[in-house]
C-alpha cells in the first residue's frame, strides 16, 4: 500500500508524543510534594494513562482510515468502467456487491496481520489501564468519602461468597461419600 | 425497467419496516424439557424422548459459555436436538445460564470437574449406567475433551462438534487477535467480562458483512406485497427466522473472569492442551487418556474454530475407534443451515446409534456387524479426509 495521508497524521502524532514523553510527560512523571502528595501524584499519572489511550486510539484510527482509503480505491479499480457516468440503476445493486466484498475482503487482509492483533491487543490494553485508573480515582475520592460501597469491596464480598460456596459443596460431597459408605 | 428494479426494491424496504412495525412473536429452543438438576447458575435440561424406547445410552450436550445452548433447538425445523430426539436419543444439555457477580471467581475446573462432572453424575444416576456419552460443542467440546481426559471412566463415546484443540493456527482471527491480548488487564478490570465484549471481536472479524449486509438481506429476502396473503406469511416467517438467530447471536451471557483467562492464556496463547502440557486444578490434562470412541466433526468454512484447531483432535487421542467428518457449512450453519438436518444430525446419529447400546443385548450383537462395516467405511473416509 502507497503512504497515504492518514499515515502522514500517524508520524506527526508520534512526533507529538516523543515531545510530550520528553518534556510534559516528565513534569507530570515527576515525585509530588507536600500535603496533597498522594493525590495528586496519582491524578497526575492518570493524564498519561490518557495520554497512553488517544495514542492507541489515534494509531488504530490512522490504521483503519488507510485500509478504508485503500478499499476505495480497489472499488474505484474495480468499477471504474461503469462509474464514468452517474451509477444507474441497473449497477446500483451489482456496485453494492462490489463494495461490500471489496471493503470486506481489504478489512479482512488487514486483519489477518500482527500489526492489526498488535495494535487491537495495545488499545485494549492501553484502554483498561485508564478504565482502572478511573474507577481507582472514583472509589477513593467519591464513593469513598460518601460512605458507598466500591467494586473493589463488593469484589471482595464476591471472592468470600464463592469460597464459601465451593466449601459447603465440598463438605456436602464428603457427606454424601460418608453416608454411602454407612 | 431497471428503475422499475429500484423502485421494487424500496416497496420491499417498506413492506419489510412494515412487518417490522407489528414484529411476529417468535420463539427459541420450542423443544419439550425439564429441568432435573440445577447448581448456581447452571440448569441441566432433559428433553422429552420422542420415542417409546430411547437408545440406552444417554447423551450430554455440552454448549460453549459464550452464547446460549438454543442454537442447538432454535426452531423446530432447525433443531439438531429434536433430530436426536426423533433418531431416537435419549438427550440431556446443560444451560450455563448468565453468570453474574460471584461467578467471576469460578475456574476452569468448577466448570469441568464440577459442573459437568455433576451433570454427568446426575444423568448416571438417572440412567442406572456407569457410562454416556458426551457431545462437546464449540468450546463446549473442549470442555468436553478436558472432562472426557480426566475421567474417562465416564464416557461411553465423545463427539465434539466444531470444537478446538489445537490453538496454534494463523487460519482463525480470533486465534491470532487472543496472542496480542492481554486478558489479565481485561478480568481485573472488569471481573465478569460482559458478553457484548467478546461479541464485538466476533463482529469484527467481517464487519462489513455483519453489520451492513446482512440486514441489507433481510429486506431483499421480502418477498411480495401485503396484498398477497400467502406470500405475506412467508415474509413473516423470513423475518422471524432472521429475529431468532438475531436474538441469538446478541444474547451473550457475561464471561467468568477467572475461567476466560485461563482459556484464554492456557489454550489460545501458549496452546498448553493439544501438547498434554494444561493443568486443572494441579491435574494434567492428557488427552491420550481419551480412549472410548471419538467423532470429531467439522465444518469446512468454520471461520471461528478452523480446521487446523479441531481436527488434530483425532490424533491426539488413543482410542482405537475415531472418526473425523468435515461438512461444507460455517461454524454455524453446521446446527442450523440446510445441511444440518439433512446431512450432519443423520451421519451423527448414525455414528452413535450402535455405539449407544448395552453390552450384551440383542440390538448390540446385531449392532456390531453394521459397526465393523461402518469403521471400515470411516476408515475410508479418513483417509479421503486427510487426503483433503
Redo the contacts between chains.
Keep these: 500500500m502507497e503512504k497515504t495521508s492518514f499515515e502522514s497524521v500517524q508520524e506527526f502524532f508520534d512526533l507529538g508524543l516523543k515531545n510530550y514523553d520528553a518534556i510534559t510527560g516528565r513534569f507530570i512523571e515527576m515525585p509530588a510534594l507536600g500535603p496533597a502528595r498522594e493525590k495528586s501524584e496519582k491524578f497526575m499519572k492518570g493524564f498519561s494513562t490518557f495520554v497512553n489511550l488517544y495514542t492507541a486510539g489515534m494509531d488504530s484510527n490512522s490504521n483503519i482510515q488507510t485500509v478504508l482509503l485503500e478499499a476505495m480505491r480497489r472499488v474505484q479499480e474495480k468499477t471504474g468502467s461503469e462509474m464514468e457516468g452517474d451509477i444507474?440503476?441497473?449497477t446500483?445493486?451489482d456496485f453494492?456487491r462490489v463494495c461490500?466484498e471489496t471493503?470486506?475482503e481489504t478489512?479482512?487482509e488487514f486483519?489477518?496481520s500482527?500489526h492489526?492483533?498488535?495494535d487491537?491487543?495495545?488499545l485494549?490494553?492501553c484502554l483498561?489501564?485508564f478504565?482502572?485508573y478511573n474507577?481507582g480515582m472514583l472509589e477513593e475520592n467519591y464513593l469513598k468519602p460518601m460512605n458507598l460501597p466500591t467494586?473493589t469491596e463488593?469484589?471482595e464480598i464476591?471472592?468470600e461468597?464463592?469460597?464459601l460456596?465451593?466449601k459447603v459443596?465440598e463438605l456436602t460431597s464428603e457427606i454424601k461419600e460418608l453416608k454411602e459408605r454407612k | 425497467m431497471n428503475a422499475l428494479n429500484l423502485i421494487e426494491d424500496f416497496e420491499k424496504v417498506k413492506y419489510g419496516m412494515e412487518i417490522f412495525l407489528r414484529p411476529p412473536d417468535f420463539s427459541v429452543g420450542t423443544t419439550p424439557s425439564e429441568i432435573i438438576y440445577t447448581e448456581d447458575r447452571m440448569r441441566l435440561l432433559h428433553y422429552i424422548p420422542t420415542v417409546e424406547k430411547p437408545h440406552p445410552i444417554p447423551i450430554l450436550i455440552v454448549y460453549a459459555l459464550v452464547n446460549r445452548y438454543y442454537i442447538l433447538d432454535l426452531q423446530p425445523d432447525k433443531s439438531v436436538i429434536k433430530k436426536l430426539l426423533d433418531e431416537g436419543f435419549d438427550v440431556y444439555i446443560i444451560d450455563w445460564g448468565y453468570p453474574s457477580g460471584v461467578d467471576r471467581y469460578l475456574t476452569l475446573d468448577d466448570y469441568v470437574n464440577g459442573y459437568i462432572n455433576n451433570a454427568v453424575d446426575k444423568i448416571k444416576e438417572r440412567s442406572g449406567l456407569d457410562k454416556i456419552t458426551l457431545m462437546g460443542v464449540c468450546q463446549g467440546g473442549t470442555f468436553s475433551i478436558m472432562y472426557a481426559a480426566l475421567h474417562p471412566e465416564n464416557i461411553k463415546n465423545l463427539v465434539t462438534l466444531v470444537a478446538p484443540v489445537n490453538f496454534d493456527t494463523d487460519k482463525g482471527l480470533l486465534h491470532l487477535w487472543a496472542k496480542s491480548l492481554d486478558v489479565d488487564k481485561i478480568v481485573d478490570y472488569y471481573g465478569m467480562v460482559p458478553g457484548d465484549f467478546l461479541n464485538q471481536g466476533f463482529l469484527l472479524t467481517d464487519p462489513f458483512r455483519l453489520i451492513i449486509d446482512k440486514y441489507v438481506g433481510l429486506f431483499d429476502r421480502i418477498e411480495c406485497s401485503p396484498d398477497d396473503a400467502e406470500c405475506q406469511m412467508r415474509n413473516v416467517e423470513n423475518i422471524r427466522n432472521f429475529l431468532r438467530m438475531e436474538k441469538w447471536i446478541f444474547d451473550s451471557p457475561d464471561q467468568a473472569g477467572e475461567t476466560l483467562r485461563q482459556f484464554v492464556k492456557d489454550c489460545y496463547q501458549k496452546n498448553l492442551l493439544i501438547k498434554n502440557e494444561m493443568k486443572i486444578n494441579g491435574t494434567k490434562i492428557n488427552l491420550k487418556n481419551i480412549t472410548m470412541p471419538l467423532l470429531n466433526v467439522m465444518a469446512e468454512f468454520d471461520h471461528l474454530v478452523p480446521n487446523d484447531a479441531s481436527k488434530p483432535l483425532t490424533e491426539a487421542v488413543s482410542s482405537s475407534d475415531k472418526e473425523t467428518l468435515v461438512f461444507p457449512t460455517g461454524h454455524i450453519g453446521i446446527f442450523v443451515g440446510s445441511k444440518s438436518q439433512k446431512e450432519v444430525c443423520p451421519r451423527i446419529a448414525g455414528w452413535l446409534k450402535p455405539r449407544s447400546l448395552l453390552k450384551g443385548t440383542k440390538e448390540e450383537k446385531t449392532g456390531s456387524s453394521k459397526e465393523k462395516s461402518r469403521e471400515q467405511k470411516g476408515k475410508n473416509r479418513r483417509s479421503k479426509v486427510n487426503k483433503k
Design positions: 444507474s440503476p441497473e446500483y445493486k453494492y461490500i471493503y470486506s478489512f479482512k486483519m489477518r500482527g492489526f492483533a498488535s487491537m491487543g495495545k485494549n490494553s483498561m489501564d478504565q482502572t474507577r467494586k463488593i469484589d464476591n471472592k461468597l464463592y469460597s460456596k465451593k459443596k
